[in-house]
C-alpha cells in the first residue's frame, strides 16, 4: 500500500537517515553529534559526509560516537556534491540533513518525523532555526522565494517570540536542518552540483514544487544555527556563489509565463546588486559572479528542458507561493543566502 506521496508503505515510512557535510568543522561538528545524541527520537543512520577535511575534525568519529558512518570524499567537493553522495547511501525513507554548525534541541527529529507522518500532503519539512549566539532571534524559518529571483530566510532577525510559531507552508526548507523523502531527492537528481553551495535548496525546493511536492514549516523542530561558519557570513566566497547560482536557479526553475513576466524584475534586481555591491567595495566578487552566471546559461537552459518536462502543477500554482515587491532589494542583499 502506498501512501499519499507515492513512496511506499508505512512501515518503511517512519525510518530516517541524519547527513551531515563537515569541512573542517572543528569543534562544532562534535557539537553537532552530541546533539544528535541526545535526541528523543533517535535516527536509524547517521552519515558524515567529509570533504577533505585537514583539521583532524572527522577522526574518530566512529570511536566516539557509535553508529556514525563517515564518508571520506577525496578533497572538497562541496556541499551540495557531499550531500549526494551521503544521500546515495541512505537506507531509509526520509533523509534530515543538518549542518555541522546547526545544533539541534533534543525533539528535532522526533517533531520533524511526527510533521510528516500528521501531514501526508507535504514532502519537505523546515525546521525553526535560532542563532545560536543569540537564541531570542530567529535566524529563520523557511526560506521564501522572491519574483525578482532573490531568496532569503524568513523571518531572519525577528525575535523569536513573535513569529513562525505555527505550521504553515513556506517555498523551501534550510537545507541547515530540512527533511525530505530519499526517493523524491534522488529522483529529482539531488543538489545541483555545479551550484558548488548556496542556492543549491531553493533550487532543489524549487524543482520538486514543479513536480508537485510542497513545503511545510515545523515550529517544534528547532535548531540553533552558527551561520556560515565556515564560509564566513558576507564573505566574498559566499557573495559570488549566491549571486552567480541565483541566476541560474532562475532561468533554470521559473515556469515560462512567469520567466516573461518577472524577467524585468530580474534583470533590475541584477543590476542593483552590480552597483551596490560595488559601491560597497566588492566589485571584483560580484561582477565575477554576474559574468561567470551569464557564461553558464547555455548549461542551464539545457538542463531546464528536462526541468520544465517533468512539470506537474500549473504556473498560477507556482505563482501563489511566491513573495512579491519589488523594493526589498536592499534588505535582502544585507542578509546571508539560502
Given at each position: 500500500m502506498t501512501d499519499g506521496r507515492g513512496y511506499g508503505t508505512r512501515a518503511t515510512e517512519s525510518t530516517v537517515t541524519v547527513v551531515i557535510v563537515n569541512w573542517n568543522s572543528g569543534e562544532l561538528l562534535r557539537r553537532c553529534l552530541d546533539g544528535l545524541s541526545r535526541q528523543t527520537r533517535r535516527p536509524e543512520q547517521v552519515i558524515v559526509a567529509d570533504n577533505g577535511s585537514n583539521d583532524g575534525s572527522a577522526d574518530g568519529l566512529a570511536d566516539n560516537y557509535p553508529g556514525v558512518e563517515v564518508l571520506r570524499l577525496q578533497g572538497n567537493l562541496g556541499f551540495a556534491a557531499a550531500n549526494n553522495r551521503a544521500v546515495a547511501q541512505a537506507a531509509t525513507r526520509w533523509v534530515a540533513l543538518l549542518n555541522p554548525d546547526a545544533l539541534p534541541e533534543p525533539g528535532w527529529i522526533e517533531a520533524l518525523m511526527r510533521a510528516a507522518e500528521e501531514n501526508g500532503e507535504f514532502s519537505l519539512f523546515a525546521s525553526r532555526l535560532l542563532l545560536a549566539d543569540?537564541?531570542?532571534?530567529?535566524?529563520?524559518?523557511?526560506?521564501?522565494?522572491?519574483?525578482?529571483?532573490?531568496?532569503?530566510?524568513?523571518?531572519?532577525?525577528?525575535?523569536?517570540?513573535?513569529?513562525?510559531?505555527?505550521?504553515?507552508?513556506?517555498?523551501?526548507?534550510?537545507?541547515?536542518?530540512?527533511?525530505?523523502?530519499?526517493?523524491?531527492?534522488?529522483?529529482?537528481?539531488?543538489?545541483?552540483?555545479?551550484?558548488?553551495?548556496?542556492?543549491?535548496?531553493?533550487?532543489?525546493?524549487?524543482?520538486?514544487?514543479?513536480?508537485?511536492?510542497?513545503?511545510?514549516?515545523?515550529?517544534?523542530?528547532?535548531?540553533?544555527?552558527?551561520?556560515?561558519?565556515?564560509?564566513?557570513?558576507?564573505?566574498?566566497?559566499?557573495?559570488?556563489?549566491?549571486?552567480?547560482?541565483?541566476?541560474?536557479?532562475?532561468?533554470?526553475?521559473?515556469?515560462?509565463?512567469?520567466?516573461?513576466?518577472?524577467?524585468?524584475?530580474?534583470?533590475?534586481?541584477?543590476?542593483?546588486?552590480?552597483?551596490?555591491?560595488?559601491?560597497?567595495?566588492?566589485?571584483?566578487?560580484?561582477?565575477?559572479?554576474?559574468?561567470?552566471?551569464?557564461r553558464g546559461l547555455p548549461r542551464v537552459l539545457r538542463h531546464r528542458g528536462d526541468v520544465q518536462a517533468r512539470r506537474k502543477v500549473g504556473w498560477r500554482d507556482i505563482r501563489r507561493v511566491l513573495t512579491r515587491g519589488v523594493f526589498s532589494y536592499s534588505r535582502r542583499f544585507r542578509e546571508e543566502p539560502p
Open positions: 543569540d537564541p531570542r532571534r530567529l535566524d529563520g524559518t523557511g526560506d521564501v522565494y522572491y519574483t525578482n529571483g532573490l531568496a532569503a530566510r524568513r523571518d531572519h532577525g525577528r525575535l523569536a517570540r513573535d513569529r513562525g510559531v505555527i505550521r504553515e507552508e513556506v517555498f523551501s526548507p534550510c537545507a541547515a536542518a530540512a527533511l525530505y523523502p530519499v526517493e523524491a531527492f534522488r529522483d529529482h537528481g539531488g543538489f545541483d552540483e555545479s551550484y558548488f553551495c548556496y542556492f543549491e535548496d531553493v533550487d532543489l525546493a524549487f524543482r520538486l514544487r514543479l513536480a508537485g511536492h510542497r513545503c511545510l514549516y515545523v515550529p517544534d523542530a528547532v535548531v540553533r544555527h552558527v551561520g556560515s561558519a565556515l564560509t564566513g557570513f558576507r564573505s566574498e566566497f559566499t557573495l559570488y556563489h549566491g549571486h552567480r547560482n541565483l541566476v541560474w536557479t532562475f532561468f533554470k526553475d521559473m515556469p515560462t509565463p512567469l520567466l516573461l513576466l518577472y524577467l524585468p524584475q530580474h534583470v533590475l534586481m541584477n543590476l542593483f546588486a552590480l552597483a551596490y555591491f560595488t559601491w560597497g567595495g566588492r566589485g571584483a566578487a560580484i561582477a565575477r559572479a554576474k559574468w561567470d552566471a551569464v
